[in-house]
C-alpha cells in the first residue's frame, strides 16, 4: 500500500501537539524549575514505564477515567494501557518494590500521561505530569506539607497568580451520614453540591422527606461555606457526628501549619468539597487561574490505594498539569523568550575558530559556527534575523573581530572575561 501524502491539514492526529522553541523552553525550564523545587524537600525521582497492564492502571481510577484509558494488546493478546495518571503506577512501586525501605518515602515523578478527552484549551489526550507522593505519613502535618509544596511548585513553575482550594471528603460523607439517604439520592445531592446547586438541593431533600432539620440546614449551608480560614470556625455548629468534628479538626490544624509555612495567603477552603469520594479519604486540594475554569493541580490524601499492591500505607500527593501551567502563565503576560545563541562564528577554513568555540561554550556561552561560509556582511543580516546578538570573525591568531548593535571592534581572541559577559547581553 503506497504511503500516505503528507497533508498539512492533518499533521497529528487530535489531542496532541507540538511544543515549538519558546513554548519547548518554558517547558523544560519549569520541568528545572520544579525538580530543584522537589529536592530542598527532600522527595526524589523515579521514571515509570509509559504503559503497563490495563488491571493495573484501572485500580482505583473510577468510572471516568477507566472510560479514558488508552487500551490495546501486546502480541500475546495480553490487554495493556498507556498511564492515564502517575500515582497509580507509584503505588504500585511503592507496594512491590519499596515495601521494605525506611518511611516516610518522599517521591517525586514527571512524564506524559494519556486519557481520551474532548480536546480544547488546556486539555489534551496527551499532558504533562508532574507530581511528587508521601507515602508512609498520615495525619495533619502531611497533608500541610503536601499543600504547600503544591503552593511552592505552581510559584517554581513562575505563575504569577493562583489559588488552592482545601477541602475534606470526611465532611461530606459525615453530612452523608447524617442525612441517611437512600444510595441513588445520596448520589444526586453529592452532584448537586459539586455544582453547589442550592435550588437543587432544596428540591432533593423535599423528594426525601422526613429529614432532620439540623441535617437539613447543614445541607443546604454547606455550598457557601468557602472563604479563608476563619471560615472554619462558622463550620463548628453544623458538625452532626464525629466524623464531621474530626475532619473539621484536620482543616483547622492544617490551616495553622500553612500559616506557619507562609502560604495562607493562596489557601481557601471548601467544605462542598466532593470531588473523587471513593478515591481520597482525607483532605483534598486543587489549583486554579484566573482564566481558566479547570485545575492546574490537583491532589489529596488516598490511603486506601498501596494496599492494593502491596502493605497498607497511608499517602498524600498531588500531581500538576504542565500544559495547563503553560497556559495560565500565557493568560497571566509571562512569555518565555525565544532561545538565541550569543555568537554566530564565521569559521569557515579556520581551524582555530573551532577551537575558540569549545572554549567558549566550556564557559557557559551559546556559539553557532556558520556552516554556510558566509561573507562577513550576510553573516551579520543572518545573525539578525535569528536574534543573536553578534558576530565573530576570527582577523588572526590573536584577534577577533566582533560586530554587534553597537558597531564593530576588535578583541583579542583571549580575552575571556569580555567573552564571558555577553552571556548575559
Not at 146 to 173: E, K, W
Not at 330 to 359: D, F, I, K
Request: contains cysteine; glycine residues 8%.
Amino acid at each position: 500500500m503506497p504511503a500516505q501524502p503528507f497533508s498539512i491539514d492533518r499533521p497529528l492526529p487530535e489531542g496532541v501537539r507540538d511544543l515549538l522553541f519558546a513554548d519547548a523552553a518554558a517547558w523544560r525550564g519549569m520541568e528545572a524549575a520544579l525538580r530543584q523545587t522537589w529536592t530542598a524537600w527532600g522527595y526524589r525521582e523515579i521514571i515509570l514505564p509509559v504503559f503497563e497492564y490495563a488491571d493495573t492502571l484501572a485500580t482505583d481510577v473510577g468510572a471516568e477515567i477507566d472510560a479514558e484509558m488508552y487500551r490495546f494488546f501486546d502480541r500475546q493478546g495480553r490487554t495493556l494501557a498507556l498511564r492515564p495518571d502517575m500515582t497509580i503506577p507509584t503505588a504500585r512501586v511503592v507496594g512491590t518494590r519499596l515495601y521494605d525501605q525506611p518511611l516516610p518515602l518522599r517521591i517525586a515523578y514527571v512524564g506524559s500521561v494519556f486519557r481520551y478527552e474532548p480536546p480544547r484549551a488546556g486539555r489534551q489526550h496527551e499532558f504533562g505530569q508532574v507530581g511528587v507522593e508521601l507515602i508512609g505519613a498520615g495525619g495533619r502535618a502531611a497533608d500541610a506539607e503536601s499543600v504547600a509544596l503544591a503552593v511552592a511548585a505552581l510559584r517554581a513553575a513562575g505563575l504569577p497568580t493562583f489559588r488552592i482550594t482545601v477541602g475534606h471528603v470526611g465532611f461530606f460523607r459525615g453530612l452523608l451520614a447524617a442525612l441517611a439517604l437512600p444510595e441513588k439520592l445520596a448520589g444526586q445531592v453529592r452532584r448537586a453540591v459539586d455544582r453547589k446547586a442550592e435550588a437543587e438541593l432544596a428540591a432533593l431533600l423535599a423528594e426525601a422527606g422526613d429529614v432532620a432539620p439540623a441535617a437539613r440546614a447543614a445541607l443546604l449551608g454547606l455550598a457557601r461555606l468557602t472563604g479563608g480560614a476563619d471560615i472554619l470556625a462558622a463550620v463548628r455548629p453544623l458538625c452532626l457526628n464525629a466524623r464531621m468534628a474530626a475532619a473539621l479538626a484536620d482543616l483547622i490544624t492544617v490551616a495553622d501549619l500553612l500559616d506557619a509555612y507562609g502560604v495562607a495567603d493562596v489557601v481557601t477552603y471548601d467544605l462542598a468539597e466532593v470531588r473523587d469520594l471513593d478515591y481520597y479519604t482525607g483532605i483534598t486540594f486543587e489549583g486554579f487561574a484566573p482564566g481558566l475554569g479547570f485545575n492546574l493541580v490537583s491532589g489529596g490524601r488516598y490511603d486506601d490505594l498501596v494496599g492494593h499492591f502491596g502493605p497498607p500505607q497511608p499517602a498524600v500527593g498531588w500531581a500538576l498539569t504542565l500544559d495547563r501551567v503553560l497556559l495560565a502563565r500565557e493568560l497571566q503576560g509571562v512569555v518565555q523568550a525565544e532561545p538565541v545563541a550569543a555568537v554566530l562564528l564565521s569559521a569557515a577554513g579556520c581551524p582555530a575558530c573551532l577551537s575558540w568555540a569549545a572554549a567558549a561554550r566550556a564557559r557557559g556561552l551559546q556559539v553557532e559556527v556558520d556552516p554556510l561560509g558566509l561573507a562577513p556582511d550576510d553573516l551579520w543580516r543572518s545573525a539578525r534575523a535569528r536574534g543573536i546578538p553578534r558576530v565573530v570573525i576570527h582577523d588572526n591568531a590573536h584577534t577577533l573581530i566582533v560586530r554587534d548593535a553597537t558597531g564593530q571592534r576588535a578583541l583579542a581572541a583571549d580575552d575571556w572575561e569580555e567573552v564571558t559577559r555577553w552571556q548575559n547581553r
